[in-house]
């Protein structure tokens, strides 16, 4: 199961927000995201005096800051091998850009986030503490919207399983830590279509997670030790935003959604290598397979609180066949002078 994408993707609705017209503040949604409060009422769709608003707009702020909190509840079917996987979720993702040049901005992002796994027929489950630090840069060439960056992220991972057949039982847990690092990039295309702006893109990720080794405790006859865990995926998105902004009295309100297709590739099911901590016999073990193929859904609501604040409200579904995982984000845009 993929966490970090709860990450990459509030890096990802930033740099969305602030790429389309009008820079650092806006709704989230696309093209109209960067419409202040009295352009959307003169305007609304996007074009009054026969001008686009992108014409009219106010320079970017040189700094914004921004926070988005999420929290995230999942299952993860079994295949035959591995158990069903039941995921709960927690975390912020918070950062600072400013404009650099011609619409170009560059921010920095940095968070927490705190999961806990349970598999009930294995009688284990995991509870792992994550931190994470990164970059990113998002600009326009031709009309086209480029948006980049990466995340690196620390975790401190604590595991417990129960050992159980007749006439044994122990109690096993260990404690270790993991890497993540993850680079990620899109190209869309915002425009308007029947008075709706709405924004085709595509998107690619590398996501990159090694562990430390570990020995369990709890018992001298089924402990099992490993020299660490690596594990390499990649995901390619394809899909469509849409949003349209109303006013409702004197704030600006955007409903929005997005439909994607996400396709994940290499190693999709994750695997360690594990040997018996007292005679050293060794095997190998697969875990939960990643879905390769699954639907995303992202639907909610932004508001134009004032000139330099915006907040909103959102709803994110995962469905695949084996896989189901919904989540619901809040995010805070606030423009400093």
Not at 80 to 105: C, E, K, P, Q, Y
Not at 207 to 216: P, Y
């Amino acid at each position: 199961m993929d966490d970090s994408r709860y990450a990459r993707e509030a890096v990802l609705g930033r740099m969305m927000q602030a790429s389309h017209a009008g820079g650092a503040l806006g709704n989230g949604g696309p093209q109209t995201a960067g419409y202040d409060s009295q352009a959307m009422m003169l305007g609304g769709a996007g074009m009054y005096d026969g001008k686009s608003l992108a014409d009219e707009a106010p320079a970017a702020a040189p700094l914004a800051f921004w926070t988005q909190g999420y929290g995230a509840w999942g299952t993860f079917d079994g295949d035959g091998n591995a158990a069903t996987a039941d995921r709960n979720l927690g975390g912020f993702i918070s950062g600072m850009d400013a404009s650099v040049w011609n619409g170009w901005r560059v921010g920095i992002a940095t968070g927490a986030s705190f999961s806990d796994v349970s598999v009930d027929e294995r009688y284990s489950g995991a509870n792992t503490k994550t931190y994470h630090l990164g970059g990113y840069v998002n600009g326009a060439v031709e009309g086209f919207a480029l948006r980049g960056g990466g995340l690196w992220a620390w975790s401190d991972i604590e595991t417990s399983r129960a050992v159980v057949f007749p006439g044994f039982f122990e109690r096993q847990k260990a404690d270790y830590d993991a890497d993540t690092g993850q680079l990620f990039g899109e190209v869309a295309y915002p425009t308007q279509v029947a008075g709706v702006e709405v924004e085709p893109f595509a998107g690619l990720a590398y996501v990159s997670v090694e562990s430390s080794g570990f020995r369990e405790k709890g018992g001298s006859e089924a402990s099992l030790r490993t020299s660490g865990i690596d594990q390499d995926v990649g995901y390619t998105t394809v899909g469509l935003r849409a949003a349209q902004t109303v006013m409702w009295g004197d704030m600006a309100v955007t409903p929005h959604i997005e439909a994607a297709w996400l396709h994940a590739f290499d190693d999709v099911t994750p695997g360690a290598s594990l040997a018996f901590a007292t005679t050293g016999i060794g095997f190998d073990i697969d875990g939960v397979p990643l879905a390769e193929d699954s639907a995303l859904l992202d639907a909610g609501l932004d508001l134009a609180v004032t000139d330099r604040l915006s907040a909103g409200v959102s709803y994110q579904g995962q469905y695949a066949d084996s896989v189901s995982d919904n989540a619901v984000k809040g995010r805070l845009t606030w423009l400093f002078n």
